[in-house]
């Protein structure tokens, strides 16, 4: 995986050579001299964040940055402004820049604030957008939020259990704990497409408990970007059938529109206790 690109401006050589030290072994960096030129270098590399100096020849590090601004694509771009002239720095953090760094600055602090900043801006960048796993039971294609998936494994051997609804009464053994298995096909009411011996099972997490979640096929996970997916609240109509209680929203997918479904409302947390004490009351009884 590549690097992310730093692009580090200042008018000092001495300044941009420490800032290099301090941060090559975690990044790609790209230097400019003067405002100019590092306006330039922006527009033409679309560093994942900029180190701003303030007083330079050519143009200022707050005019570059008042022109970043005003782009909505540069905008998006972090800039930390690294000046000795506090006033001036913390005008420009008033202006969109994340962050100041007063010189002579530190390289560990130089280093932890990049970090930070970098990864506030990906979590911005993420906001609305979802991580998905698409899985197949019984011929209907369902979506879980990646959130909630521990694992994926081929299907092992289960134990029945004697109580427990028809799509719940099975138990697998998971690392020497008894893991509960949720046939999702039957619990979606269909038969699988597929053969036991070739199901998968995808372990999630429910209630602070795993479940294990039949299936015939899974795909690879997907980042689906804002757009690509309507949230239940902006969905027509009241009812959704089978998948009402558990339904998140929808996927804009090529195939057609793919639910979203929320492991933890397939099964409440009253029957989860249920059948824990019933198992609990099996075993005290052998």
């Given at each position: 995986m590549s690097q992310p690109l730093l692009l580090l401006v200042d008018d000092s050589e001495a300044a941009l050579a420490f800032a290099q030290a301090a941060l090559a072994g975690h990044y790609e960096i790209a230097l400019a001299h003067d405002g100019r030129e590092a306006l330039e270098r922006v527009r033409a590399l679309k560093p994942a964040a900029v180190l701003l100096?303030?007083?330079?020849?050519?143009?200022?590090?707050?005019?570059?940055?008042?022109?970043?601004?005003?782009d909505g694509e540069l905008k998006r771009i972090p800039v930390v402004i690294v000046s000795t002239e506090r006033a001036r720095a913390e005008a420009c953090v008033r202006s969109g820049a994340r962050a100041f760094l007063a010189k002579p600055v530190r390289a560990n602090e130089l280093a932890s604030v990049v970090d930070r900043v970098l990864q506030d801006a990906r979590r911005e960048a993420l906001q609305g957008s979802l991580a998905a796993l698409c899985v197949e039971a019984g011929g209907i294609t369902v979506a879980l939020?990646?959130?909630?998936?521990?694992?994926?494994i081929p299907q092992p051997a289960t134990r029945a259990m004697p109580l427990g609804p028809s799509y719940l009464n099975e138990l697998?053994?998971?690392?020497?704990?008894?893991?509960?298995?949720?046939?999702?096909?039957?619990?979606?009411?269909?038969?699988?497409?597929?053969?036991?011996?070739?199901?998968?099972?995808?372990?999630?997490?429910?209630?602070e408990r795993r479940l294990a979640l039949c299936v015939d096929t899974v795909r690879d996970p997907e980042e689906l970007p804002p757009g690509a997916w309507v949230p239940r609240d902006l969905l027509g109509g009241a009812e959704h059938g089978q998948l009402d209680e558990a339904l998140r929203g929808l996927l804009r997918m090529p195939q057609g529109p793919v639910p979203v479904i929320e492991p933890r409302a397939l099964v409440s947390r009253a029957l989860l206790v249920q059948l824990a004490d019933g198992l609990r009351g099996l075993r005290e009884g052998t």
């Amino acid at each position: 995986m590549s690097q992310p690109l730093l692009l580090l401006v200042d008018d000092s050589e001495a300044a941009l050579a420490f800032a290099q030290a301090a941060l090559a072994g975690h990044y790609e960096i790209a230097l400019a001299h003067d405002g100019r030129e590092a306006l330039e270098r922006v527009r033409a590399l679309k560093p994942a964040a900029v180190l701003l100096d303030l007083s330079m020849p050519e143009m200022d590090g707050d005019e570059v940055l008042a022109r970043m601004q005003a782009d909505g694509e540069l905008k998006r771009i972090p800039v930390v402004i690294v000046s000795t002239e506090r006033a001036r720095a913390e005008a420009c953090v008033r202006s969109g820049a994340r962050a100041f760094l007063a010189k002579p600055v530190r390289a560990n602090e130089l280093a932890s604030v990049v970090d930070r900043v970098l990864q506030d801006a990906r979590r911005e960048a993420l906001q609305g957008s979802l991580a998905a796993l698409c899985v197949e039971a019984g011929g209907i294609t369902v979506a879980l939020p990646l959130d909630s998936v521990h694992s994926v494994i081929p299907q092992p051997a289960t134990r029945a259990m004697p109580l427990g609804p028809s799509y719940l009464n099975e138990l697998v053994d998971l690392h020497g704990e008894p893991v509960l298995v949720l046939d999702l096909a039957r619990r979606l009411g269909a038969d699988h497409a597929r053969p036991l011996a070739e199901r998968l099972l995808v372990v999630v997490t429910h209630e602070e408990r795993r479940l294990a979640l039949c299936v015939d096929t899974v795909r690879d996970p997907e980042e689906l970007p804002p757009g690509a997916w309507v949230p239940r609240d902006l969905l027509g109509g009241a009812e959704h059938g089978q998948l009402d209680e558990a339904l998140r929203g929808l996927l804009r997918m090529p195939q057609g529109p793919v639910p979203v479904i929320e492991p933890r409302a397939l099964v409440s947390r009253a029957l989860l206790v249920q059948l824990a004490d019933g198992l609990r009351g099996l075993r005290e009884g052998t």
